[in-house]
């Protein structure tokens, strides 16, 4: 299955088509044609050097590209400026390094944001920062400094900062690579979760565990393009192309 299409049923919710972006010469993302259902997890797996995070950080505008078209919820990609901030509230993003503000304590980094960027009224922003970090499993570190908590912890945190901004999508840029093997899985979990509330989602990622347990679609990219999208059941196990089944071959049996 090729098709760009939202599962059946979902409204779309953000919408690419025909993206092109260089670095240089090197043509990072060719056409891409991809469509994410609003409440779908999609996840976009490859080698090192797909196109992959490229892709997820074209989607906020981290990354420009030279041509084709972008619309979150039936919007276009704004390019600057104040409208460009609100996208950015609405397209929630966690990164490989989390990000965090170091002088901040981790209930200001996720009150941050909704009470300069949303208006939201500091005891309310406080309230909510409490009832996230309690669903992310760090409320008893609310008053620390990043510093203070391990890279699974921080990490949590980052969750539940994208989650304070009520967001409408939220973008994982290999949320766990950064991590010791110890941390990877706490921070899965709380990914998991997430996707089994309905958040719409797209992870980059190399665990394949979550992929399979958690996606609605995979999507495989290589050399720029997306070769292959499919259920977890149907890419796991009868991958169409020749580049997928090469690629599961090496991950699969290490």
Do not use: W
């Amino acid at each position: 299955m090729t098709d760009a299409a939202a599962a059946p049923g979902r409204r779309p919710l953000v919408v690419l088509d025909k993206v092109n972006k260089h670095f240089g010469a090197l043509h990072v993302l060719q056409d891409i044609d991809l469509t994410i259902g609003e409440g779908e997890v999609v996840v976009v797996i490859g080698p090192s050097g797909s196109g992959k995070s490229t892709l997820c950080r074209t989607i906020n505008r981290l990354e420009t590209f030279e041509s084709g078209s972008i619309t979150i919820d039936g919007r276009p990609l704004p390019t600057e400026g104040k409208e460009l901030a609100r996208l950015r509230a609405d397209v929630g993003m966690v990164f490989q390094s989390f990000n965090l503000f170091a002088h901040k304590t981790i209930r200001e980094n996720v009150t941050l944001g909704p009470v300069k960027v949303r208006g939201v009224a500091r005891a309310e922003a406080d309230r909510r920062a409490m009832e996230l970090l309690e669903r992310v499993g760090v409320a008893h570190q609310a008053d620390k400094y990043p510093a203070q908590l391990s890279g699974g912890q921080q990490q949590r945190v980052a969750i539940a900062r994208s989650l304070a901004m009520d967001p409408k999508v939220i973008l994982f840029d290999e949320p766990t690579s950064a991590l010791d093997p110890e941390m990877i899985n706490e921070v899965l979990d709380v990914m998991t979760e997430l996707a089994r509330s309905g958040m719409t989602m797209v992870v980059v990622t190399h665990e394949m565990g979550f992929a399979r347990r958690a996606a609605d679609r995979v999507v495989f990219m290589a050399d720029g393009q997306v070769v292959e999208q499919a259920t977890p059941e149907e890419f796991f196990t009868n991958a169409q192309s020749t580049r997928a089944r090469d690629f599961l071959a090496k991950i699969l049996t290490h």
